[in-house]
């Protein structure tokens, strides 16, 4: 479920920025999260599922940039350059009525599995671990027996593995947000994986950027401070820009 969220302004982004800049692309989501919604933590966001942490930085998304996003991406067969033009609306899905607080369990082929929907936290601890990665990531949200014996769940048959991951995918289907493609120069198609959190961590570099740029114009122009500059709303600015003959 959304909940309410205000758009930082250019300063406290601008913060968030610089502190983002050394941190693993996984805290960064969180960083933002708290910062647009401090009515949870850092630690707190990074223990919702992701599905619901993605959802949250769509609408995030929407506060500072609008709803529109234009992205590339390039043809895996030809390589040839694709324009996509996307909606934030269009790439959410409608929550599951299964909230990730709620104790999931599966009965399959004799095994009682127990399992819960990943969150920021398990994939920061894995991460490390890219070879095993998917092994550590089962045994921190899964909990398995066979009759009255716990099993470890690395152990459990393929099978039961991946139909647990299908109910995962389930429960929280804003997890993962599958385009499909088609390439208009040689017609191979493709899906690929729309990742919210890089996506708009680049938008904030590309702005976080451009702003920095206009505090040396206009520093260099008149003499202002960085905090003159950015105290300034966009479009003001763009005016000052133009008339000091600063390039855009």
């Known amino acids: 479920m959304s909940v309410p969220m ?29 910062l647009a919604c401090p009515h949870k933590s850092v630690i707190e966001w990074a223990g919702v599922s992701i599905g619901e942490r993605d959802r949250q930085l769509f609408q995030l998304r929407e506060e ?20 996509l033009s996307l909606s934030t609306r269009n790439l959410q899905t409608p929550p599951a009525e299964t909230l990730s607080s709620e ?17 920021t936290a398990d994939l920061l601890e894995v991460a490390e671990h890219e070879s095993q990665a998917r092994e550590l990531l089962l ?21 039961l593995v991946e139909l647990v991951g299908e109910k995962m995918a389930q429960a929280d289907p804003q997890a993962e947000i599958q ?11 493709w899906t690929a994986v729309f990742e919210i959190c890089s996506f708009l961590w680049g938008e904030i570099e590309d702005w976080a ?38 390039r855009i």
């Open 179 to 189: 385009i499909v493609m088609t390439c208009p120069a040689c017609s191979h198609q």
């Open 209 to 246: 950027e451009r702003l920095l740029h206009d505090v040396h114009s206009l520093a260099k122009a008149y003499g202002w401070s960085e905090r003159d500059v950015i105290s300034m709303s966009a479009r003001r600015r763009r005016l000052y820009l133009e008339m000091a003959g600063a």
């Open 103 to 119: 104790p999931l369990c599966l009965n399959s082929g004799g095994y009682e599995v127990n399992y819960r929907l990943p969150t």
């Open 64 to 83: 500072l940039f609008g709803s529109k996003l234009e992205a590339v991406a390039g043809c895996p067969k030809c390589g040839i350059p694709l324009e």
């Open 6 to 34: 205000s758009a930082p302004d250019a300063t406290t982004l601008l913060a968030a920025w610089e502190q983002g800049v050394s941190q693993h692309p996984l805290q960064r989501a969180v960083t933002l999260l708290a």
């Open 139 to 159: 045994e921190r949200c899964v909990n398995a027996r066979q009759g009255a014996i716990e099993v470890p769940a690395a152990t459990l048959p393929g099978p």
